[in-house]
């Protein structure tokens, strides 16, 4: 589904419609538009982008794929931006991401994205109620769409922030492979987040250091910002995943101290009765002739031998602090 807005400087006015509104844009040499892709860049669509806006086939091919790694490309006329956002029904780590393509010009601002995205409807959404204004230029257009998708990241590490602490209070008491699988699909998620991020990071520390058509000197700070926001969501990202991996190794620490706690009772007890096992067996013999076989007192001597030594045994083991 494509969707246009026109601003036009004379009025202050914004109209919103379909590809009509190109020949509007192009006939008003001050007018600024924002044309909206939600769904598939057909190769029509492709050629009209081309011949009007004068994109480049190669970053239309990118900009057409499903998925495509975070990038930063400049041109003579215009920036194209490539950002993985999540989609509107992601509220976890977990969530689906779609890639969300911006090509930004000094008239006009060209996005698309495979599904629907919150951050697009949200500046949509802003545009209408008059608390933004394509006024304010594209590239401060395609910087708000880009800080939105950041921060729809940061509500999710944050959210997995308090779900870490409360997985490493409970796997100190009560660890077990729910919990365990829980903290291995955390870390496999952040992997593909870190990825995401440092994608990310490299993009806009570029567009920080390099700026291209048509962002300035006047929007340094808004850059400086997006830089900022971007640092610290891959940070998070590192940081959370490094703790997830060492969730898992404390767990697999505290079940192989579990099990040396309990092979500990079993070598204990198996060293207790190796020596009564012992005497049973010898006195346990079908042999007519053993000394003890015919003493008065000898079946109690054997159970007094017997209980000597386990006390004796425990004994040790407690003095070496084994019990």
Known sequence: MLTTLLYSPKDGSHATGNESLISTWQQQQD???????????????????????????????????????????????????????????????DGENILLAMFIGQRFIITRHNKRSVSIENTQAAIASGEFSLAQGTAQLSLRISRMVVKRYHKILYDLETRLEELESTMLTTANDEILAEVVQYKTHLTR???????????????????????????????????????????????????????????????????????????????????????????????????????????????????????VLIGVFRKKKWL
Request: with cysteine.
């Open 31 to 93: 007018a600024i538009l924002w044309l909206n892709i939600d769904g598939e860049l057909t190769p029509e669509l492709q050629a009209m982008l081309e011949s009007k806006f004068g994109l480049h086939p190669l970053a239309l091919q990118d900009a057409s794929r499903e998925r495509h790694q975070p990038k930063i490309e400049p041109f003579d006329s215009h920036t194209f931006i490539i950002l993985r956002g999540l989609s509107a029904d992601s509220d976890s780590i």
């Open 193 to 311: 987040l870190r990825r995401n991020f440092h994608y990310h990071v490299a993009l806009f520390d570029t567009l920080q250091s390099t700026p291209s058509l048509p962002f300035d000197d006047s929007l340094t700070h808004e850059i400086n910002d997006i830089c900022e926001q971007q640092h610290r969501a891959a940070s998070l990202a590192d940081l959370f995943y490094n703790v997830a991996g060492d969730l898992i190794d404390g767990y697999i620490s505290v079940s192989a101290h579990r099990l040396n706690n309990i092979m500990k009772v079993l070598t204990i007890i198996t060293a207790i009765f190796v020596p009564l096992t012992f005497i049973a067996g010898i006195y346990g013999m079908n042999f007519e002739y053993i000394p003890e076989l015919k003493h008065r007192f000898g079946y109690f001597i054997v159970w007094g031998v017997m209980l000597f030594l386990t006390t």
